[in-house]
């Protein structure tokens, strides 16, 4: 059974950056792996994923142009970085796989086209 861990979430003043790790335990059967993150009384938000056999990496508007996303075959992990954070990027950040395709296409940030999740990281950005 494929499970994914997250780590790596703190409190950050707002301007400064993060860094997640999720680590993958078990055979990942995937296409697709993503960042997600819900802040309290929203739903959970899609905000960047990478497509496994092309290196293809997508990024929600919300993070564009201050977001990266890295995959460690060798280390069985998924990364997220994000920089200029903003209270608005407060939440609980979750990692997640899919054997579908769904990464590549408009459907993306559709939590239902993913099938195991981690248990996610707390991440509160400050003023």
């Known amino acids: 059974q494929v499970q994914l861990a997250e780590s790596g979430g703190g409190s950050v003043q707002d301007g400064g950056s993060l860094r997640l790790s999720c680590v993958v335990s078990?055979?990942?059967?995937?296409?697709?792996m993503a960042w997600f993150r819900q802040a309290p009384g929203k739903g959970r938000e899609g905000v960047s994923a990478?497509?496994?056999?092309?290196?293809?990496?997508y990024f929600h508007p919300s993070v564009a142009g201050r977001a990266s996303i890295a995959r460690d075959n060798a280390k069985n992990a998924l990364y997220l970085g994000i920089d200029a954070l903003t209270p608005e990027d407060t939440g609980t950040y979750y990692c997640?796989?899919?054997?579908?395709?769904?990464?590549?296409?408009?459907?993306?940030?559709?939590?239902?086209?993913?099938?195991?999740w981690g248990q996610g990281t707390q991440v509160t950005v400050s003023s």
């Open positions: 990478i497509y496994l056999p092309t290196g293809g990496t």
């Open positions: 997640a796989s899919s054997t579908t395709s769904y990464c590549t296409t408009t459907a993306a940030w559709l939590p239902d086209k993913y099938n195991n």
């Open positions: 078990g055979e990942l059967r995937a296409n697709c």
